[in-house]
Every structure is written in C-alpha cells, then in structure tokens.
C-alpha cells in the first residue's frame, strides 16, 4: 500500500466493545426452549446456522408435510452465520478465480445455478417477510499494488469468456467510486453480490421455519449420531431426536462423522466496525453506490457500509492455532486489530478521527479447496456440507439443496456436478497441519511484500490444488 501517515490506531479502539455488532442488537431473539427427552421426525437437521437453517426452511417448502426437527448447540445465529461481514456472493466455488482454477469445464453452469441461488434467496426474503437490510449493490475488488493490476484485467477478461459483465476501472475511475490514495484498479461487478445484516438473516429464517412448523431447540448440543434399524438417532445432552434422515451442518465445529473431520480446519478470522459516518466523512470517502470491497492481496481485507452507515472493516489474518483449538478466549485478538486499524487509516486517511465501535473474531471451517464439499453417512440416511472457507452466506442455501436431493434420492444438475461429487485432499495431522498452515500464511504474507511472486512452496501447493485461506 502507499504510505500515509495514518491516526493511532490503539487509540481509536481502546473504547470498542468486545462484540460481534451484529449480535448486539435490543431485536435479538431469545432462546428457544432446550430439548429433553426423544423426539421424531422425518428429518433432524444438526447445527442452527445458515446451512442448517435453509436445510430445514426447504425441506418444508418442497414437502410441507414432511416432520422436520433442528437442534442447536447455542442458540441461532451466535457463530459464523451471526458474525460474518455480510456479503451474500453468487459464487459457490469461493470465487471466480478458484472456480477457474479447479473446475473449468463446468464453471459456467456453477456461475449460472450461482445466480439463480442469489435470486432465489432474494424471492425467499420477500415472500417470508424477512427484514436483514438486503440490498444488491454488487462487489468492487481494488488493486493497492502495482502488481495486481494486471491481474484484475486479466480476471476481468476471463470472466468475461463465461458470460459475466465486469467493469474494469482504471485510477481515475476506481477512486471515483471510493476514494483512497491506495487504489490503483478496480474490478467492479455490478450484480452477483448482495449485502445482508448477517444476525437478522439468522433470525429471519429461524422465524419463517418456525411458522411453517419446524421444531427448533437451542441450547441443545448434539454428542453423537448412530444407526438404529430403519432410524438415524441423534443423541443430545438431555434427549434424542429419532429421524428417518439427518442434515449434518456444523461448520467448523467438530462433524458427528468422524472420518469427515481431517477435511476442515477452523480459522480465525477477525472484524471491527466504526461509529456511524457523518455526512461529511461520507462524502470525503465517496462510496456513493455502496458496493461491498475486498483488495486483491493473499492477505486480503473486506469492508463494507453497514445500513447506519458505519465500516465493517476485517480480514486479513487468518489464525490457525494447533490442535484445531476453538475457545471464546480466542474471538479477541489486539494484535490483530491495531494491525487491521493500521491498515484502515492508511487506506482511508480522511477518517483519522473515526474511532471503532466493536471488535470481534470467529472461526471459519477452512478445507484444502476453499469451497464446500459433500457427502453422505450411514447408508446414505445422513448427508453434510463442510468447508464453506468464509464465503457461505449465499453458498448456503445451495448446499441446503444438494443434502436434500441427496437425502431425497434425487439425480439432479447440483448432484451432477464434478464440485459436488469430489472432496478436498484432507489436512495432515499435527504437527504437519500447524507447519504447514503457518508456512502457507508466511509465504502468502511475502509474496503480498515482494511484487506477488510465489515462492517454491506456494507454487507447490498451486500445482497440487492445495492452499489455505479465510
């Protein structure tokens, strides 16, 4: 980035609250009541989040009559699918430039059912009345290096080859849309990119399955999952769901099939938010359009406007810590915040006097390809989607999808797909895992400082299809 003579960042986050900003808010649902005793239904779905919320909201549109029982180990909404920045993405393959990479011969029909997934989500929003601030600003990716803008110009041409619309935006351009003396370049995609409140999102279609009859427990850890005749029982802290077929949607959280969890490392992955914007400091940034940003750095940053008008700002570290670890001690990190507070006020100066309101962290279930993967258990009664790698607000519902037909039996175009059918090379165990995570992360860092040139070990892991990202 060019060097400017940024604001301190400790002191414009001394006073941040320790909170995801979507979470704290006075509309937070309480919990529904815990299970205790057995239930039984058609369909159990395990895990509360986005993909087991479109799994169980489906599930009931396509057969109304069909039982369907969720269960959830907090409450809805409180882990990735409450605390990500917000960007509801047409991409399923975790972009285009990794679709391109890994399934060239079908990434138009994944652009294609990508979009649709998008309007889709769009039409459910409006026909259940669920207010999480959607708007469809799409997604502008800048060039902060010199080296990146070629590569923006070349993605913008390949996209192109598929049948996208993509503007590429030159200095003079870029800055008119928002204003940085850091930009370069920009690629700007206009449509296959919404923006959400992720939180409400979660309460939204926790609401609309309740009203078509779903039952949900929260506060209700499932321990384990076993075959019993023609049954699949999901064993609970106080109860057991009973089920002809189980949804297994546990993000980065230890899978009840075990054989499945090598395939998925959890990240952290952090994100501040700003006061609201005065009018004035809006307009000395520009951003007239709202599209939700990213730049183009292996360590990356996203950013967007929240509806008060506030920057979400978060990114660029991604934490692995041995062991896979998760604790609620590790959703704070200082280092990474002054580190990401730098970073904002040199890319936005005019703002050396906006100070962040909240600071927060969260895991993201991380796999070898950066994009969901599939599979089935117990004689096919159970199926799962794992490894979403931090893009699944819209990915989500398209894997809802896929569990369903593989649930249903059903032969369609999702389960057609080479991306559906295939998984990610799983991790090595430790201490391998933990080597090479943080030999990726070293190496991404060094090739972000030195012109985007990739060292032997990144261009290792490129020519095995392998990496690590957030």
């Not at 076993?226 to 802290?237: D, E, F, N």
């Not at 750095?297 to 008008?309: C, E, V």
């Not at 896929?402 to 990610?424: E, F, H, S, Y």
Request: aromatic share 10%; with cysteine; charged share 25%.
């Amino acid at each position: 980035m060019t060097q400017v003579i940024a604001a301190d960042p400790a002191r414009a986050l001394v006073h941040a609250e320790p909170v995801p900003f979507w979470l704290d808010d006075p509309a937070r649902p309480a919990a529904l009541p815990a299970l205790a005793g057995d239930e039984h239904a058609d369909l159990a779905v395990v895990g509360g989040g986005y993909c087991g919320l479109w799994t169980a909201l489906l599930a009931k549109e396509r057969d109304p009559g069909r039982d369907v029982v969720l269960v959830e180990a907090r409450e809805i909404g409180w882990a990735a699918s409450g605390r990500n920045r917000g960007f509801c993405s047409a991409s399923l393959t975790h972009g285009f430039g990794n679709g391109l990479a890994r399934w060239p011969a079908e990434l138009a029909e994944l652009e294609r059912l990508g979009l649709r997934n998008l309007d889709e989500i769009e039409d459910t929003l409006r026909r259940h009345g669920i207010d999480c601030d959607w708007e469809r600003t799409g997604e502008l990716t800048v060039a902060t290096r010199p080296h990146q803008v070629p590569e923006l110009r070349e993605e913008a041409e390949a996209m192109r080859r598929y049948g996208l619309s993509p503007e590429f935006l030159d200095t003079g351009r870029v800055r008119a849309e928002v204003d940085s003396p850091t930009y370069l370049a920009g690629l700007l995609d206009r449509d296959r990119t919404a923006l959400v409140d992720p939180a409400r999102l979660a309460w939204g279609l926790r609401e609309a399955c309740v009203r078509l009859g779903v039952r949900i427990y929260e506060r209700t850890p499932a321990t384990s999952l076993a075959a019993r005749g023609p049954s699949i029982v999901v064993t609970t802290a106080y109860g057991r769901v009973v089920a002809r077929r189980v949804a297994l949607a546990t993000n980065a959280f230890p899978s009840l099939v075990h054989r499945v969890r090598p395939y998925v490392v959890p990240v952290y992955d952090y994100a501040m938010v700003t006061e609201p914007l005065t009018d004035a400091q809006l307009a000395a940034v520009g951003w007239r359009n709202r599209h939700g940003m990213a730049d183009s750095g292996s360590q990356f940053h996203y950013y967007r406007l929240t509806a008060g008008n506030r920057i979400l700002w978060g990114g660029y570290d991604a934490v692995y810590h041995y062991g896979s670890r998760m604790s609620a001690d590790l959703d704070q990190r200082p280092d990474t915040f002054r580190v990401l507070a730098g970073n904002f006020f040199r890319t936005f100066p005019q703002l050396e006097d906006v100070r962040f309101t909240h600071t927060w962290g969260g895991v993201i279930d991380t796999c070898t390809r950066f994009s969901a993967f599939f599979g089935t258990a117990a004689q096919g009664r159970a199926a799962y989607a794992l490894g979403f790698t931090g893009l699944g607000v819209g990915a989500t519902r398209f894997a809802a999808q896929v569990i369903l037909d593989r649930l249903d039996g059903l032969d369609t175009p999702r389960t057609r797909l080479a991306m559906v059918r295939t998984k990610p090379v799983p991790f090595p165990p430790e201490p391998l895992r933990w080597l090479g995570i943080e030999l990726t992360r070293r190496s991404m860092a060094r090739a972000d400082r030195n012109g985007g040139r990739r060292n032997l070990w990144l261009r290792a892991m490129d020519a095995a299809g392998l990496g690590f990202d957030s």
